[in-house]
């Protein structure tokens, strides 16, 4: 998914669905004349492989969980997970550390009894009829196709190669072993946002966003700046990496590519970054839970 589709596209989604099913609470609250606050959902493990253990997929994964944890912590109510293979203890012991204790508490890791274990928790009507209930689609499709997405493989032909914020407006730099490459921006306009896509030819590339306000301090002196984004290294040679900062305070703000932890590669760096003022900015609707 993530060759189709930007990662932001891809949480401003998943948060439409979740306010989507809070909106679908609130309806079935009012039509059963209880509360109704929390959903169920059933996790089917059997196409899991090694290619779902991909650090950008997993990446973009925990940040999901993360923001469900903030935003959403009662939404759920228990997870069942069905034909968990054996690599799945790999996948949830790297999930764990992202997962509260309450949630933890709600994750059912089921047998080869699960169809049994599924109709003490789900009505039998409600329940697909692969998976052990009686619910069909009008044509007796098993799975409820109609109403069920069902995911599955994603055909490469929609694969895309290109994710450009400006586009053919890419700069270009080698960043050499040991060394880092920054860009100061004076802001002027609170309000103002900072945009970025960036990738490298191979081999990942650290990247943070630094602020100050007093012009004493040397602008390659970021140690002595506030941190707004701290270095993380980017699997940006896998993946274009984006994002975007909402500058709300006007001063200088230096965008720094690190490449000091590498003794032995230089890695070349192609970037675009724009700086829009608030007029435009306030029309950017960019989630990147990585900012906070």
Not at 104 to 131: C, H, M, T
């Amino acid at each position: 998914l993530l060759h189709c589709i930007k990662k932001d596209e891809i949480w401003r989604y998943k948060l439409y669905m979740a306010e989507k099913a809070t909106q679908m609470f609130k309806e079935q609250s009012k039509k059963l004349g209880r509360r109704i606050d929390s959903m169920t959902t059933i996790e089917d493990m059997s196409n899991m492989g090694l290619k779902h253990l991909w650090k950008p997929g997993l990446d973009c994964f925990f940040k999901l969980v993360k923001m469900y944890e903030e935003n959403y912590p009662e939404f759920l109510k228990r997870v069942f997970i069905i034909n968990a293979p054996a690599i799945f203890p790999v996948m949830y012991s790297l999930m764990k550390p992202f997962v509260s204790e309450d949630t933890k508490k709600k994750i059912f890791v089921l047998g080869s009894n699960w169809k049994q274990v599924l109709l003490r928790y789900i009505d039998e009507d409600q329940l697909p009829k692969a998976l052990g209930g009686t619910c069909t689609d009008k044509d007796g499709h098993p799975y409820c196709k109609s109403q069920i997405g069902l995911g599955g493989d994603i055909p490469k032909s929609l694969y895309k190669t290109e994710f450009t914020v400006c586009t053919d407006d890419y700069s270009t730099v080698v960043i050499n072993r040991g060394a880092s490459f920054k860009m100061k921006y004076d802001i002027r306009d609170a309000g103002t946002t900072i945009r970025w896509e960036f990738k490298t030819d191979s081999h990942d590339i650290g990247f943070g966003l630094y602020y100050k306000d007093d012009e004493s301090v040397d602008d390659d002196c970021i140690e002595e700046m506030i941190k707004l984004i701290c270095v993380e290294r980017k699997d940006s040679h896998l993946l274009p990496e984006y994002g975007s900062f909402c500058c709300d305070r006007t001063g200088t703000y230096v965008v720094n590519f690190d490449n000091s932890y590498s003794w032995t590669r230089n890695k070349r760096l192609s970037y675009a970054i724009d700086v829009l003022k608030p007029e435009f900015s306030k029309n950017i609707q960019t989630l990147d839970v990585a900012e906070t």
